[in-house]
């Protein structure tokens, strides 16, 4: 139900510290402004909503602030959804951009709280994620199972998904941040335990976002999923038509094109890790035997 001062549905975004996601957001929102009419929102941190009110007030249709006990660490995109204007919203992570419509995933979501890119697994399960083992990690926090999952797209319906992420925020304070050693520590092992004991949604059908070996094969002009993460290495000439239409949004928008170096930082740091990830990749299991971190963020 739409809650009075609700929009019914939107886009999401979120823009905290650097500025350079603010950069970033805004390329976001100039791509989803190609496939949806629906309005586009950014959570931001206090200095980057002004930054975002003052220089792109007519690329977001809204700009809320994210409440402050959610900022620090890596908890803030459990904030979106209380600095959501949206009674159904879809989350992008601001280092993506939308290259097909999402508008058909709607219709499927209904009726969940939360719905993420992922799979459930059990204690039976030889994976990973971020470094931790997902059987111990089902063990440890007693769940049916884990949502080993990526919160860079997310479906979520407010009036029940405030509470799911009081729920994961006060899991990463209180559960994770003082005893999880040994991988890191990123909002996404909450989202996991959360998502396992109340039983999360996938998104339906296919999975709207290129994983990151995925990126390997990225076509701009012929993709096949909708979602552009920025997980890992792009070919150069993917990524040189990717910053060619990020130019032209800007330059139809009336924006000044001053985002490509915030692609190309970020494009740099996720290459330098996967090279890095490759030439440790043999050394993984002594690592993990003496306790070592295992995973880098970028």
Not at 241 to 250: H, K
Not at 261 to 275: F, G, L, S
């Amino acid at each position: 139900m739409t809650q009075a001062g609700e929009v019914p549905r939107g886009y999401q975004t979120l823009a905290v510290g650097d500025l350079r996601f603010l950069e970033m957001a805004v390329d976001l929102a100039l791509s989803a402004r190609e496939h949806t009419d629906l309005p586009v929102a950014l959570a931001a941190d206090e200095e980057t909503a002004r930054v975002a009110r003052d220089r792109f007030a007519h690329i977001f249709d809204y700009v809320r602030e994210v409440d402050s006990r959610f900022l620090g660490d890596r908890a803030a995109k459990y904030g979106v959804v209380d600095a959501s204007p949206f009674a159904e919203g879809i989350y992008l992570d601001a280092d993506a951009l939308l290259l097909g419509s999402l508008d058909d995933r709607w219709g499927p979501c209904n009726g969940a709280s939360v719905a993420l890119v992922g799979e459930f697994h059990d204690a039976s399960s030889t994976k990973r994620h971020h470094g931790f083992s997902v059987a111990d990690m089902v063990r440890r926090y007693q769940l049916p199972r884990y949502l080993k999952c990526n919160s860079g797209v997310f479906y979520f319906r407010r009036e029940t998904a405030l509470d799911v992420m009081e729920e994961c925020l006060a899991c990463y304070r209180d559960q994770l941040k003082p005893h999880a050693k040994g991988g890191f520590l990123g909002d996404e092992l909450a989202l996991g335990i959360v998502g396992g004991r109340r039983e999360f949604a996938i998104f339906p059908g296919r999975q709207p976002m290129y994983w990151g070996r995925e990126l390997a094969t990225l076509d701009p002009r012929r993709p096949h999923k909708p979602v552009m993460h920025l997980l890992g290495p792009l070919p150069s000439s993917a990524f040189d038509s990717l910053m060619e239409d990020v130019d032209r949004r800007r330059r139809e928008a009336g924006v000044e094109p001053t985002s490509k170096p915030a692609w190309t930082w970020k494009h740099r740091r996720v290459t330098r890790a996967h090279r890095l990830e490759g030439l440790v990749r043999p050394f993984l299991p002594l690592a993990r035997l003496l306790g070592l971190r295992t995973t880098r963020h970028w």
